[in-house]
C-alpha cells in the first residue's frame, strides 16, 4: 500500500502563493492518474487539478492560469504550485493517486479512478487559509 503524506500548506493573504507537496512512499512513476482534491467546509470535495496518461491535464476552471500541477518521478513526489491565491481557495487540500500502475486513463476516467477510495491511495490533507 502506498501512503501519501502532504505539506506545504499555510495561511496567506489574498494574491499570495504556496507550493503543495505530496510525497509517495512508494513507486508511482508508473502511475498514470493522480491529482489534487480540495473541500472548504460545507462544501463537497472537489478536484483541483489531475495527470493522467501521455501527459494530459485539467484543471478545474476556477484555478486555471493560476495553478499548476507537476510531479518528480525521481522523487515520487506530486506538486501544486498555487499562485494568485483567493480566499475562496481556502480548503484542506488533498493528493491522491490512482492504485494500479501501468492503466491508461483520459481525464474522465482518470476523476472516476481517484473519487473512489477503492481504487486510489489518498493523503491526510493539508490546510490553506486565505485571508483577505
Known amino acids: 500500500r502506498v501512503q501519501l503524506v502532504e505539506s506545504g500548506g499555510g495561511s496567506v493573504q489574498t494574491g499570495g502563493s504556496l507550493t503543495l507537496s505530496c510525497a509517495a512512499s512508494?513507486?508511482?512513476?508508473?502511475?498514470?492518474?493522480m491529482g489534487w482534491f480540495r473541500q472548504a467546509p460545507g462544501a463537497e470535495r472537489e478536484v483541483v487539478a489531475q495527470?493522467?496518461?501521455?501527459?494530459?491535464?485539467t484543471y478545474t476552471d476556477s484555478v486555471e492560469g493560476r495553478f499548476t500541477i507537476s510531479r518528480d518521478d525521481a522523487k515520487y513526489t506530486l506538486y501544486l504550485r498555487m499562485n494568485a491565491l483567493k480566499p475562496e481557495d481556502a480548503a484542506m487540500y488533498y493528493c491522491?493517486?490512482?492504485?494500479?500502475?501501468?492503466?491508461?486513463?483520459?481525464?474522465?476516467?482518470?476523476?472516476?479512478?481517484?473519487?473512489?477510495?477503492?481504487?486510489?491511495?489518498w493523503g491526510q490533507g493539508t490546510q490553506v487559509t486565505v485571508s483577505s
Open positions: 491522491a493517486v490512482a492504485m494500479y500502475q501501468d492503466v491508461s486513463y483520459n481525464g474522465r476516467s482518470c476523476q472516476a479512478q481517484l473519487v473512489d477510495p477503492r481504487r486510489s491511495y
Open positions: 495527470f493522467y496518461t501521455g501527459g494530459g491535464i
Open positions: 512508494g513507486n508511482t512513476s508508473r502511475t498514470n492518474c
